[in-house]
């Protein structure tokens, strides 16, 4: 059984060496370790603020972006408004506009009828009154060649100037 059972000199030497090595340990080992564990903690933990406050930002910029865009829908659709109503404007001027040319153009056009058939008019009462006095004087040649013809016709003259 000695063999199992170790020696008090062997359990005072392991309880020295393992002192010493707990103390060298403690020492040298033990703070860079804590140190290393601390900085870690510390790292994961501003790694786990700054993603929450990505996360925040992120949530943030999507509200953003959700306002901007409901924003810039509202925008467009009064701009698109706002568009058909000057082109509907433009079209009614137009329209308006080319109305009262083409009535100016017809009034214009009926001005210048009129006056041509006054013009028309005139020369044909002219050439009628012409012609007139040309048969009328080719007709008294004829009539009044004799001397009794004129004298009936004078006295036919004077007789309608007393009457009227």
């Known amino acids: ?28 080992a ?32 999507t509200s953003d972006n959700e306002r901007l865009l409901k924003e810039a829908r509202v925008e467009r659709d009064k701009i698109l ?14 329209q308006s506009d080319a109305k009262k040319t083409a009535d100016k153009i017809v009034e214009d056009a009926r001005a210048a009828i009129n ?11 002219e050439q009628v009154a012409l012609f007139s006095i040309e048969i009328a004087e080719r007709l008294m040649k004829k009539n009044l060649a004799a001397d009794k ?7 036919g003259y004077i007789k309608d100037l007393k009457l009227n």
Request: glycine letters at 2%; proline letters at 2%.
């Open 149 to 155: 013809a004129q004298k009936d016709l004078v006295e």
């Open 81 to 94: 408004k706002e568009a058909r109503e000057a082109s509907n404007r433009m079209k009614d001027e137009a």
């Open 115 to 125: 006056i041509e058939k006054q013009a028309a008019l005139r020369e044909v009462k």
């Open 30 to 61: 033990w703070k860079p370790i804590i140190n290393s564990l601390k900085e870690r903690e510390t790292s994961i933990q501003e790694a786990l603020d700054t993603a929450e406050k990505a996360r925040a930002e992120m949530a943030k910029l």
């Open 1 to 28: 059984m000695e063999l199992l059972t170790p020696g008090t000199g062997l359990i005072i030497w392991q309880l020295i060496v393992f002192i010493a090595l707990f103390f060298l340990l403690s020492k040298l």
